[in-house]
């Protein structure tokens, strides 16, 4: 018997990986190289085909029944459009399904990065089991998808669950998106990093400071500090608990999962702040909403690769037929996405 899998494509502005997965999730070939960002969509789309055949070539005797790719939004799933990431130069209104499809012989479904990591958690990681999901990632923004009974969220033009732009305050930093009070501007890595930064300055000897070498500050540090019990460490890490209790209380009101998922580079800290997120929860959440499990993502980098896999390998309705609208353009999306 031939083992069946999906050739997954994670379509990143700096690294773009391929991997063979099976019906389990299970990676069963991987290969990555540096995404020739700047390069525009002929050179990006031969670097897919040669990676799709390095993969393959790794896993010769393996059936591979389509294609799903995890890349960088806005883009439009149904139609499988790129329609301008700000991360790849001269990617407008990219019909990169169609293309991929008539390269490779293979169908393909094209899929957000951040609801492509969504299902993956859902079908094989932290959420596995489970009817409905939130999945959010805290690193320097903050992304995430829904999956809501049984299939990711799209809304119009697949723009739905834009997490990190919802306003939870109506002060600090200005977002990369122009306002003042996302979601991502007060509780991303990158936000948590400057509250260290202003809290300390260089060669002051702080513990923070120490682990940076006296260079910026990151929330990595403040995580690494808070787990040496260092005290200023330990407070920036419960403010930055209590914003993200914030924006996951709208969410479990919004959404009503059965499991809140955090990946991205702040979950490695999540054990040390889950008790001011609880306790965040508890108190702003209505009743009904406040037993959902808040848990740490366990596929990591992988996520988003297993997830555009179980689009080609399961029906289950996120696979809906691609609908063939021609190329057209999204001036109003692209304005909204000038971050
Ligand atoms: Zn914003």
Redesign the pocket.
Known sequence: MTTEAALAIDLGGTELRAALVDRDGKILAFSAVPTQAQAGPDVVIGQIEALAATVHAEAPAITVVGVGVGAPGPLDPLAGIAVGPPTLAGWQDVPLADILERRLGLPVRLENDANAAALGEWRFGAGHGARSLVFVTVSTGIGGGVVVDGRILHGRRGLAAEI??MTITNEGER???G?VG?F??IASGTALGRRANAATSAFDGSTLRRLSANAEVTGRHVVEAARLEDDLAVALLEEEARWLGVGFTNLLHLYSPDVLVVGGGIANGLDLMAPVIEATIRQRAMRAYRDVPVVEAQLGRHAGLVGAASLVLFDDGNLAARMPVGPSTYPDIRRDFK?
């Open positions: 990190g732009h977002c990369v998106c306002v996302c991502e501007a971050g």
